[in-house]
């Protein structure tokens, strides 16, 4: 028997924050089970969420880092099969202006997240002013 046989949508709209505290400090560690990590969003816990965007914007000067996306199964970050590193992307350096925007970088995602999964972020290299995300998502 076929399922989902016509489009499914979101029932709500969900937006992950990154918290009050800048996305700046560095982790090299290659499965996600160590070091500082920032935590983008959670799905629905009933029926998880589709994710649509992260948006990273620049909150002043900063050297150029790269930043990693990480999606973990809603359990412990500490075991190492529960993360999976799924989106490398370029941070370019940035020079805070009053006259002038930093800009932003852009991903998009497009796919289902299923409930309770997280998406997380590190960066390669620790900058000064740090960064924001915002996750742009719809709960099922």
């Known amino acids: 028997m076929a399922a989902n046989t016509t489009?499914?949508?979101?029932?709500?709209?969900?937006?992950?924050?990154?918290?009050a505290t800048p996305i700046l400090t560095a982790n090299t560690t290659t499965d996600l089970t160590a070091g500082t990590i920032y935590l983008l969003l959670t799905a629905d816990a009933?029926?998880?969420?589709?994710?649509?965007?992260?948006?990273?914007?620049?909150?002043?000067?900063?050297?150029?880092?790269?930043g990693r996306l990480w999606i973990n199964n809603g359990a412990t970050t500490g075991t190492?099969?529960?993360?999976?590193?799924?989106?490398?992307?370029?941070?370019?350096?940035?020079?805070?202006?009053?006259?002038?925007?930093?800009?932003?970088?852009?991903i998009t995602l497009g796919f289902a997240l299923p409930a309770t999964y997280r998406i997380y972020m590190?960066?390669?290299?620790?900058?000064?002013?740090?960064f924001k995300s915002t996750v742009v998502a719809g709960n099922y």
């Open 46 to 66: 009933t029926d998880g969420s589709y994710v649509d965007k992260v948006i990273i914007q620049s909150l002043g000067t900063n050297i150029a880092t790269v």
């Open 7 to 19: 489009p499914i949508f979101s029932a709500t709209p969900a937006i992950g924050l990154s918290d």
């Open 122 to 130: 590190t960066l390669g290299t620790s900058v000064a002013a740090g």
């Open 80 to 106: 190492a099969t529960n993360n999976t590193q799924f989106k490398d992307f370029t941070l370019a350096a940035t020079t805070v202006s009053q006259v002038a925007a930093v800009g932003n970088t852009e």
